[in-house]
């Protein structure tokens, strides 16, 4: 089983509309959590960390569901700008770091 | 505060030759991870140094791959050999793991190797 594992869509959106992205995790003893978002042949850019309250950056909403170990997060009002790849990124013992396999998203006009 | 630095950004080489690719940290960092991406593909864990010491290298190919992370001076990721299949996109990151808890991993922008 994999450590992180993401629906890698893609998605393709409206301007304008709400779409949500799910990840689950495997190791239970987990401890920090991290949406990034990845452009075409660049490097990866942390979006959100992802606090167990739940957290919200303007248009972007991540929450954490530790007992079900899923990650989500919420774009509302998708831009075209918010085209690229969200990669789910999770933090276990040992400082190492596990990446899902990104979900891609297409904002249409 | 500079971000994570590599170079080169492009590197081409020859089958055969060798291949050196370099990361600063972002000042402050002592953790390095090395990731490498094939086109269409996603990230893939190689190895993760601290200073003077390979943490976790379950990542790596057994053969012509090696890093290091020496006490002065950048990390380094050396592939030997190289062949066609070892053309991606290596990416390298740092962390801190500091008391502030500030575990985020930041991305330098690559060094694309392409092997002829």
């Known amino acids: 089983r994999k450590e992180v594992e993401q629906d890698p869509g893609p998605f393709n959106v409206p301007e304008g509309a709400t779409v949500a992205f799910n990840c689950t995790y495997s190791?239970?003893?987990?401890?920090?959590f991290f949406w990034y978002r990845q452009d075409c042949r660049k490097e990866p850019k942390l979006l959100m960390s992802v606090y167990s309250s739940g957290n919200e950056d303007g248009r972007f909403t991540a929450q954490l569901n530790r007992a079900s170990q899923y990650i989500s997060l919420l774009i509302r009002d998708s831009k075209l700008s918010d085209s690229a790849t969200y990669l789910c990124?999770?933090?276990?013992?040992?400082?190492?770091?596990?990446f899902g396999t990104g979900t891609s998203l297409t904002v249409i006009p | 505060n500079a971000g994570v630095m590599q170079n080169p950004r492009h590197l081409v080489r020859r089958r055969g030759q060798e291949a050196r690719l370099r990361c600063s940290p972002m000042?402050?960092?002592?953790?390095v991870y090395w990731y490498r991406q094939l086109p269409e593909e996603g990230l893939k864990f190689m190895v993760y140094l601290q200073k003077e010491n390979i943490i976790d290298e379950s990542g790596m190919p057994k053969e012509r791959f090696s890093a290091e992370f020496p006490k002065e001076g950048p990390s380094i990721l050396r592939i030997q050999q190289v062949v066609r299949g070892d053309s991606a996109a290596y990416f390298c990151?740092?962390?801190?793991?500091?008391?502030?808890?500030?575990?985020?991993?930041?991305f330098g922008p690559g060094t694309r190797l392409t092997v002829t």
């Open positions: 190791n239970s003893a987990s401890q920090s």
């Open positions: 000042k402050g960092h002592s953790h």
């Open positions: 990151a740092s962390s801190s793991f500091g008391a502030d808890k500030s575990y985020e991993q930041y």
């Open positions: 990124v999770v933090l276990t013992t040992g400082n190492q770091f596990y």
